[in-house]
C-alpha cells in the first residue's frame, strides 16, 4: 500500500540523499529525464542553495576560506537556506501539484550536522523541523555509499573538496550510520539502495518507487 503524503498539498516531495560521492545527482537527472519524457510538472532543485540567498549561503559554508566557522553557526546556515527553499519554491511547487526532486534535505543536516559534527541528531532534527514548519519528503531515496568508495568516486571526479568532503573517514562513517538510522525509523518513506548498483537499475527502482506513489 502506498503511504499517506507527508503533507496535505497535491503535488509529490522527493529528496535524495547520501553520503559524498553516492550518485545522487545522477540518480536525480534520470529520475527528472523519465518524469518529463512522460510530461509530469517538475521542479528539480538542491540543497544547499535553491534561492539567492541560498545559492549565497551555499557558498559561505562550502567554499573553503570563509574564515572559521563553529559547529553550530553551520547547522544554522544550512537550515537557513533551507528555509527560503521551502517557502519560495518547495510549498509553491507542491501547491501546483508539481513533483519536487530535491538533492538533499534535512536529512544531510541531522547526518552532517547532528552525527558528523556531533551536535545531536534530535537537537538538528528540531531546529530543522522548525525552520521548514514541518515539512517532510514524501519519499527519500537514499543511495548507501561506503565513504572509501565515495572518496575514490569523487578522486575520480577531479574536482576539489569542499569543506564536507575533506573531512575525514570518520565523519563520513558517522554520517552513513546516521542515514541508515533515520530510514530504518520510518520504512515506508525511504527507498534504500547500494550506490554501486548498476545506473540504470536504480534509476528503474526509484522510478517505480515515484510512479507507485503518483498514482
Ligand atoms: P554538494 O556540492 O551539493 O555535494 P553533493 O553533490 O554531495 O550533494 O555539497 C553539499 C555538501 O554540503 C555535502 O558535503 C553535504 C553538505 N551538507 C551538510 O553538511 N548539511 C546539509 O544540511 C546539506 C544540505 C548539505
Given at each position: 500500500m502506498t503511504p499517506e503524503k507527508a503533507h496535505g498539498l497535491p503535488g509529490l516531495f522527493v529528496a535524495f540523499e547520501g553520503g559524498d560521492g553516492a550518485g545522487k545527482s545522477t540518480q536525480a537527472s534520470l529520475l527528472c529525464e523519465a518524469l518529463r519524457a512522460a510530461n509530469i510538472p517538475l521542479v528539480r532543485t538542491r540543497e544547499p542553495g535553491g534561492t539567492p540567498v541560498g545559492e549565497k549561503l551555499r557558498s559561505l559554508v562550502l567554499e573553503h576560506g570563509q574564515g572559521e566557522i563553529d559547529a553550530r553557526t553551520e547547522a544554522l546556515l544550512f537550515a537557513a537556506s533551507?528555509?527560503?527553499?521551502?517557502?519560495?519554491?518547495?510549498?509553491?511547487?507542491l501547491a501546483r501539484g508539481d513533483v519536487v526532486v530535491c538533492d538533499r534535505y534535512?536529512?544531510?543536516?541531522v547526518a552532517y550536522q547532528g552525527a558528523?559534527?556531533?551536535l545531536g541528531a534530535q537537537t538538528v532534527l528540531d531546529v530543522n523541523?522548525?525552520?521548514?514548519?514541518?515539512?517532510?519528503p514524501d519519499l527519500t531515496v537514499l543511495l548507501d555509499v561506503e565513504p572509501a568508495e565515495g572518496r575514490s568516486r569523487r578522486t575520480a571526479?577531479?574536482?576539489p573538496e569542499d569543506r564536507m568532503e575533506s573531512e575525514p573517514d570518520p565523519f563520513h562513517e558517522r554520517?552513513?550510520?546516521?542515514?541508515l538510522d533515520l530510514a530504518g525509523g520510518s520504512p515506508d518513506h525511504y527507498l534504500v539502495l547500494p550506490a554501486d548498483g548498476a545506473e540504470d537499475q536504480l534509476g528503474r527502482m526509484i522510478l517505480d518507487a515515484v510512479t507507485g506513489r503518483l498514482a
Open positions: 533551507r528555509a527560503a527553499h521551502v517557502a519560495q519554491v518547495i510549498l509553491p511547487a534535512v536529512d544531510s543536516s558528523g559534527r556531533e523541523l522548525w525552520a521548514v514548519n514541518g515539512l517532510r571526479q577531479d574536482t554520517i552513513r550510520a546516521q542515514f
